[in-house]
Structures are given as C-alpha cells and as structure tokens.
C-alpha cells in the first residue's frame, strides 16, 4: 500500500472510531470493506437495516439501525416539509411517494446522518450519483458559506517533481457542476481546498486552471470566468495560497511557471487544480488515470456539505470502499473527536 492510503487510514481514525453510515447492505463488496473497516479501525461501520438483514448484519458482527416506524412517519413529514415549496409542480412529492421514501435504506441513512446518529455517510455502490446527492441536499445540506455542491477526485500519481515519493493532486469539479459561474468557481476552490487541508493533511496550494496564463490567451471563453473566481476567492479567503489564470503546465512544473508566470503564487508546486468546467475536470481525471498504469482515482468524494459524505462508482472494488470511507472519516471535524 502506498504511503499516502497508509497515512489516510491512520489519520481516519486518529483517536476517535467515527461511525459511518452504510446503507447498502446487500451488497457483498460494502460488507467485504466492512470488515477490513473494522479489522483496521479505520471507522466504524454502521448498516441501515430493513426487518430481513438484521440477522445477517448481527451474525457479521456489525453495528446496524433498524428502521423503525416511528422514525420513518417523522421522516416522512419532514420530507413533506422540505418539499413543500414544490406543490403543483412536476416536482411535488406526494404523501406516498414520501412514505416510501421515509422506508428506503439511503434516505433513512441520510436521516440517522442529520441526527448525529453517524460521522459519515458513504453509498452509491448499488444507487445512483443522482440518488445520493439529492438525498444529501434534502437532510444534510450545504456547509454555512458554501452555495454549490461539488466534488473532488484525490489522484495518487507517480513522482513527477521533487525525489521519488508519490503525489496526490486535488481535481475539482469532475462530476457535479457542469458549467460553473465565477461564484459557484470560487465555491469549488474554497471546498476543494478546506477537504483538502482534513483528507491529505497538507497546505493546498490551488491553481484556477485555463487554456490561457495570466492573459496569454486574450479574454475570452474561461479567462473572465477564472479571473472574477479567484477576486472572490481573495475577497472571502485572503490567506489562501490560490492563483490563476493558469495553464496546467505552469501550475505543476516549477520551470515553465517560471517561464510563463513569473512571480504567481503557486511556482509550479500546485496540488489542487480547479478546472473551469466539468468537461474540463471529467476529461482530465479519465485521462490521467488511462494513461498512466501508476495512477490511482479516488472518488467523486462530495464537497461543500455539512457533513461528509461521498458517492461511490457503481463499478466500484472493495480496496476502493475501504479508501472512500477512510476519506470521509478523515473529513470529520476535529470538534467531534
């Protein structure tokens, strides 16, 4: 195992076992990182259980909450209140699409989150992105400051600058938000750069990428959009080491920063690139990770919520679980150690 998930499953756990939620529990490669989870006390695992799993959770030796009907009617109502708003549109949520809801596994998960009852939640190996993410909107919601949820891949690549040792580089947004605005961009760089400081345990240093450096390439497409982001980065987080407009290039090699950029913060030494749309993001994470067999992809791990959550690939191995669920535990504010 490389240095870096070794450190990020000691540093999960760091004197506290967060509880983080599971709320798939049919599926073998969930209970299979379960049990490594456990073993290793990286955290520990919570199942959302229906009447028929309890006896298998119990038989692995597995904490689990039963949904209980009286937690499922509140459920139920509150979700009634939260989508009120919505009544007369496509969008209503009637009174017994909310009861089904209140019963399923993943929404009653989100629910036990938003009481305190778990550190985390972590889904998506049998649920969709859509699923998960319009669960966490629903019951946890946004980080106070925070207007736009969006996600970061962790890519663990092989040493491309200074020594021999690995790297990880902070990609942000690659499966959120398709076409941000300036403010949604900033928003992306401050969550970016708050979950990277918790999940990697260093300095971000965040570079706003574009096809153009410091107006090489004239004013239009992304320049604009990249330059106001980072004024309202350097309004709302004036100590953040953040610069931009950037090529990809003069954010990671310290010669052709120099070259290209002489003086920018980042001085080539970058290790959370924001790409100014989530074609940009998408394309770049597949590529790297397609081209280089060295290279690992970690997530999508949602930023920019109350509490951590991430969503997990469909596709996705039990090493991969394991991974994911010692990001969000490590995600979880020091307050509740």
Same mark, same amino acid.
């Given at each position: 195992?490389?240095?870096?998930?070794?450190?990020?499953?000691?540093?999960?756990?760091?004197?506290?076992?967060?509880?983080?939620?599971?709320?798939?529990?049919?599926?073998?490669?969930?209970?299979?990182?379960?049990?490594?989870?456990?073993?290793?006390?990286?955290?520990?695992?919570?199942?959302?259980?229906?009447?028929?799993?309890?006896?298998?959770?119990?038989?692995?030796?597995?904490?689990?909450?039963?949904?209980?009907?009286?937690?499922?009617?509140?459920?139920?109502?509150?979700?009634?209140?939260?989508?009120?708003?919505?009544?007369?549109?496509?969008?209503?949520?009637?009174?017994?699409? &909310?009861? $089904? %809801?209140?019963?399923?596994?993943?929404?009653?998960?989100?629910?036990?989150?938003?009481?305190? !009852? *778990?550190? @985390?939640?972590?889904?998506?190996?049998?649920?969709?992105?859509?699923?998960?993410?319009?669960?966490?909107?629903?019951?946890?919601?946004?980080?106070?400051?925070?207007?736009?949820?969006?996600?970061?891949?962790?890519?663990?690549?092989?040493?491309?600058?200074?020594?021999?040792?690995?790297?990880?580089?902070?990609?942000?947004?690659?499966?959120?938000?398709?076409?941000?605005?300036?403010?949604?961009?900033?928003?992306?760089?401050?969550?970016?750069?708050? &979950?990277? $400081? %918790?999940?990697?345990?260093?300095?971000?240093?965040?570079?706003?990428?574009?096809?153009?450096? !410091? *107006?090489? @390439?004239?004013?239009?497409?992304?320049?604009?959009?990249?330059?106001?982001?980072?004024?309202?980065?350097?309004?709302?987080?004036?100590?953040?080491?953040?610069?931009?407009?950037?090529?990809?290039?003069?954010?990671?090699?310290?010669?052709?920063?120099?070259?290209?950029?002489?003086?920018?913060?980042?001085?080539?030494?970058?290790?959370?690139?924001?790409?100014?749309?989530?074609?940009?993001?998408?394309?770049?994470?597949?590529?790297?990770?397609?081209?280089?067999?060295?290279?690992?992809?970690?997530?999508?791990?949602?930023?920019?919520?109350?509490?951590?959550?991430?969503?997990?690939?469909?596709?996705?191995?039990?090493?991969?679980?394991?991974?994911?669920?010692?990001?969000?535990?490590?995600?979880?504010?020091?307050?509740?150690?």
């Amino acid at each position: 195992m490389n240095t870096f998930l070794s450190n990020l499953r000691i540093r999960a756990a760091d004197g506290y076992l967060r509880k983080i939620i599971l709320p798939e529990t049919l599926d073998e490669r969930v209970l299979e990182a379960a049990k490594i989870i456990l073993k290793e006390k990286i955290a520990e695992p919570v199942f959302i259980c229906n009447a028929e799993n309890i006896s298998k959770i119990e038989a692995l030796g597995f904490s689990y909450i039963d949904i209980k009907e009286e937690e499922a009617a509140t459920l139920r109502e509150l979700l009634l209140k939260i989508r009120s708003s919505k009544i007369g549109t496509k969008k209503e949520l009637t009174p017994e699409m &909310a009861g $089904s %809801l209140a019963h399923d596994p993943l929404m009653y998960g989100m629910y036990m989150l938003r009481l305190g !009852k *778990g550190d @985390g939640l972590v889904a998506g190996a049998e649920r969709t992105s859509a699923d998960v993410l319009r669960a966490g909107l629903w019951l946890i919601g946004k980080a106070e400051d925070i207007e736009t949820v969006s996600s970061s891949f962790y890519m663990i690549v092989p040493a491309f600058r200074d020594g021999d040792a690995e790297e990880v580089l902070t990609f942000s947004d690659c499966a959120v938000v398709p076409n941000p605005t300036a403010e949604q961009l900033a928003d992306i760089a401050i969550a970016a750069g708050e &979950a990277r $400081s %918790l999940v990697v345990g260093d300095e971000p240093r965040i570079a706003l990428l574009s096809y153009s450096t !410091k *107006g090489s @390439g004239g004013e239009s497409g992304s320049i604009s959009l990249v330059r106001k982001a980072l004024e309202i980065v350097h309004t709302r987080k004036p100590k953040l080491i953040i610069d931009g407009e950037i090529q990809a290039d003069a954010a990671l090699v310290e010669s052709i920063s120099e070259r290209k950029a002489p003086g920018n913060l980042i001085g080539g030494r970058a290790n959370v690139l924001i790409f100014p749309s989530l074609d940009a993001g998408n394309i770049a994470h597949k590529l790297v990770a397609c081209l280089s067999p060295g290279v690992q992809a970690l997530g999508p791990i949602l930023q920019g919520m109350k509490k951590p959550i991430s969503d997990l690939s469909r596709g996705v191995k039990v090493d991969d679980i394991v991974n994911i669920v010692s990001i969000v535990a490590s995600q979880v504010k020091n307050e509740n150690k």
